[in-house]
């Protein structure tokens, strides 16, 4: 009897013994890792993009399994709705040349310039294009939910302005990460660094010169004005927004959307196609990373589409469904319903597939 009473333990001596248990495995356990939120400064790098004005040149680089490609870009911003670029020159690419003898000699450089890009594939009208801000309202708060966010100050100087970074890193794997680099005064973004899920450097931007004075800035509008909208107006939205009540009519059926999506993805846009027939454009992101959905009724696009070359053909569901490559972006294309699905982005295949599969057996359902 004396032995049994040793071993009744108190109430106060139960709860020291759980307190402590709970210390003891607080030690032990991992922390977990913390996760950077600072929203505040991307929503002030967005409002910039929305507000701040200004008038520069910027280069621009993209790197690829086919070499490097590095060009000057003029760049003009008033307002979400002015915000216009345009190619200078490519570095590293031959310069049309022009001398003292004339326009017969100007004519024969030129021919050969053309030739020559024509040679390299490279022809191209050089004109203005309507430039797109960074971040909308929405990524934004997509960006907030998938991403990691950590400001930091810079130690150099971006075109003679002191600068922060923004950088944004994944919670989730095989993401991409990217830097930020703003003016410390208002906000205006002056480099961008773009990694892949690897943290490979893939795509750089950076301005060499920039100005924020309003007079500059309307005075530098002024010049440019008349040629953008001569050379923007011709070229009208390849594409309108559209709701999913609109798109089921362009469609002539109701859209399939995947059953699957990546962590964090949500639909973006829906687009109407000009000049396709019963095509739609459905648009997914998780803020940075995003991949596009093409759906089309119309039989000549399907007929035209069926004879896509230099592609693995794979089988998803009992459909043959065309699968290729190109970088980073991974393509799948196929008929199935009805309608005529062209799926494509820089996600890895694996995660592809599966939203080819979900729409797939959604369209076998249906």
Known sequence: MRICKYLIFDKDLRIKLSLLCSTILAFLLP????????????????????EVSYVGVRLMTFISSRGTKTFEELVIHKSPDIFYA???????????????????DHRDNRGRAQDENRRNGREREIRWKKANNLFSKKEVQLIAQNYNLEKSSSTEKIANYEADILTITPKFAN?????????????????VENLNSESVLWAMSVYTRISFDPKVVERKWAAFEKDIKKEIAP?????TPISLAEAEKVLETKPIQPAYL?????????HNIKGR?????????????????????DKRARRSSDRRRESDVIEIEGTRVHKHQRGPTHAFSWSSGGIRFFLFGAMPATEMEQVAKSIIHKTIKK
Do not use: M, W
């Not at 739609?280 to 093409?294: A, K, P, Q, R, V």
């Open 175 to 191: 993401r991409p990460t990217k830097r930020i680099f703003f003016a410390r005064e208002n906000g205006a973004i002056l480099r």
């Open 277 to 297: 027939k019963n095509t739609i454009h459905l648009i997914y992101t998780d803020g940075l990373l995003g991949f596009s959905i093409f759906e089309t009724t």
């Open 31 to 50: 922390a977990p890792q913390t996760l950077f939120a600072d929203t505040e400064t991307l929503e002030r790098i967005a409002k910039a993009e929305r």
């Open 235 to 239: 070229r009208s939205q390849r594409s």
């Open 262 to 270: 990546p962590a964090g993805f949500q639909l973006q846009d829906v």
């Open 86 to 104: 345009k190619e200078l020159s490519e570095v590293g690419a031959p310069k049309q040349l022009e001398d003292s003898r004339g326009d017969r």
